[in-house]
């Protein structure tokens, strides 16, 4: 009920206002929407590049937070940075349960996104990308990420 | 003149004591409107204040503190969340 109400409040704005570089794919049902998203500045590791989020709501959204990954297909790739797997998940302190709060909503946490990608002038993956792709099977949501790098 | 009053119909609007268009930073509805579980707004649905300054309908920010992983701290400043006082009405 919680998770309802609030989403459709957050589309409704959505649909009137988005940030600069966000557009909203598609949000058919209340459980998974899909967004597009563009760094602003000429950062040269994704001008020009359009990335894929996908957003997954459980019942208990905001008080828990939404499962978000970067979506890989013809058109789109997984933005190069340390902390983004090459399968698309993502490790970000709010994000998780612990630093997660229930004033973070769908439009502050792609900005999030955004301005870590800004931030980032570093062509490359989290150490230990291939053996956490080849062997996870966990959804983000049950990955228990250790944040140890602020710099980033 | 005499006026004999046979019957009146009295109107009376209310509402909290808070700015007009802001919204609950939990459920984003409008503090004058409920949490997303009530139907009916008013002493039913009533606002809380923190000791941090910020302010949730009751329902919304209990079922934040309730959850573990809120470490009872308040979603907008992430300090220790305390009740001062319930928003009067207007």
Redesign the interface.
């Known amino acids: 009920m919680l998770a309802t109400r609030r989403l459709q409040k957050e589309l409704q704005k959505m649909h009137a206002q988005l940030a600069p570089g966000l557009t909203l794919v598609k949000a058919e049902d209340l459980t998974e929407w899909v967004l597009d998203m563009r760094v602003l500045d000429d950062n040269p590791l994704y001008t020009g590049k359009t990335f894929r989020l996908k957003f997954m709501f459980s019942q208990k959204y905001p008080i828990e937070p939404p499962e978000v990954i970067f979506v890989q297909d013809a058109e789109h790739t997984i933005p190069m940075h340390p902390h983004i797997y090459s399968n698309g998940i993502i490790c970000l302190n709010i994000l998780d349960k612990e630093a997660w709060s229930p004033a973070q909503n769908v439009e502050s946490v792609c900005i999030s996104l955004q301005s870590m990608l800004t931030g980032n002038d570093k062509n490359e993956r989290p150490p230990g990308d291939e053996e956490f792709v080849r062997g996870n099977t966990r959804r983000p949501r049950d990955i228990n990420f250790y944040f140890h790098d602020n710099a980033v | 003149m005499k006026v004999n009053i046979k019957s009146w119909t009295a109107v009376a609007a209310w509402r909290w004591d808070m700015p007009e268009d802001d919204v609950c930073?939990?459920?984003?509805?409008p503090y004058d409107s409920t949490?997303?579980?009530c139907k009916y707004p008013g002493d039913e649905c009533p606002l809380l204040w923190g000791e941090c300054n910020h302010c949730f309908h009751a329902h919304?920010i209990f079922?934040?503190i309730r959850?573990e992983?809120s470490h009872g701290r308040c979603?907008?400043c992430?300090q220790e969340w305390k009740i001062v006082a319930k928003v009067s009405q207007d």
């Open positions: 930073g939990i459920c984003r509805s949490c997303s579980k919304c079922v934040w959850a992983t979603p907008m992430r």
